[in-house]
């Protein structure tokens, strides 16, 4: 057997276990729940060229923009993050659209939710920000928004530390917003954010990763390590180990040992 051939029935056999348990999951969140899912069988449909997939993907996609709102506003748990998923599947043309007619309901209830959700993570909020900057058209511009946003970034996480995460999503931003030309009211406070943004991530790339690190990204290796060893296990794993325990999980999963419900 051919890698790619073991690569497509791992691939297939991990689609399968999310059509068989997904209905079961009671979050909807991007990070969290439904809405991985979603992204995943998507992705998978247009791989494999089978259509079973991208329905089932679709109808559990309207079961979350259903009660979309009824989330946070938070990226990872709330409807920022779907909202960034949404504009994601257009893109990708897995669903027909127009992220700025789609997403102009999640623009302005992220605004209108900012002073009432202190506790929100407001900087990995910006990679939902990033991407709406993307999207913005002659006709609908989500830039004038964006000195606002980044306004009360600075104040709500002044003299606050940033987890490395929240380091990247901001100067991702800040990257995004780099041409846009803002209200003269809000260039002081955008300066300040990223002058403190650019600062924090040049410390982050002196330091060397480490099994604490909070990063965006990981490695196979870190996935697996987290996900099917035991944390007192430092190993190298070959590619045939590592089918091997993916074959081994997900023959052996169930509805009270899978990690999505």
């Not at 990708?92 to 102009?104: F, I, P, Q, S, T």
């Not at 992220?110 to 202190?118: D, H, L, P, S, V």
């Not at 990247?168 to 009211?185: P, Q, T, W």
Request: net charge negative; with cysteine.
């Amino acid at each position: 057997m051919t890698n790619k051939e073991r690569t497509d029935i791992l691939l297939q056999s991990i689609a399968n276990v999310l059509t068989v348990y997904g209905y079961h999951v009671r979050d909807n969140s991007l990070f969290y729940g439904k809405g991985g899912i979603v992204m995943y069988l998507y992705a998978y449909a247009a791989y494999s060229g089978d259509e079973a997939y991208e329905d089932f993907a679709g109808d559990m996609l309207d079961v979350i923009m259903k009660d979309a709102f009824k989330l946070t506003s938070d990226f990872d748990r709330g409807f920022t993050g779907i909202g960034w998923l949404l504009g994601w599947l257009i893109k990708k043309n897995y669903v027909e659209g127009d992220a700025n007619d789609d997403l102009k309901a999640y623009d302005k209830a992220m605004y209108a939710r900012i002073e009432c959700e202190k506790d929100s993570d407001l900087a990995i909020q910006s990679l939902y920000l990033a991407e709406r900057i993307e999207q913005s058209s002659p006709t609908y511009s989500i830039s004038s928004l964006v000195g606002i946003f980044l306004k009360i970034l600075g104040q709500r996480y002044e003299g606050k530390p940033l987890k490395k995460m929240q380091v990247r999503s901001i100067d991702y931003l800040l990257k995004k917003a780099g041409d846009i030309k803002h209200d003269e009211k809000y260039i002081k406070d955008i300066d300040t954010i990223n002058d403190r943004i650019r600062k924090e991530a040049k410390q982050i790339e002196r330091k060397n990763d480490s099994a604490c690190d909070e990063s965006l990204y990981y490695s196979t290796d870190d996935l697996f390590k987290a996900i099917f060893l035991s944390e007192e296990k430092s190993v190298n794993l070959n590619e045939k180990q590592t089918n091997e325990i993916l074959e081994n999980y997900i023959k052996n999963a169930d509805s009270t040992r899978l990690y999505l419900l």
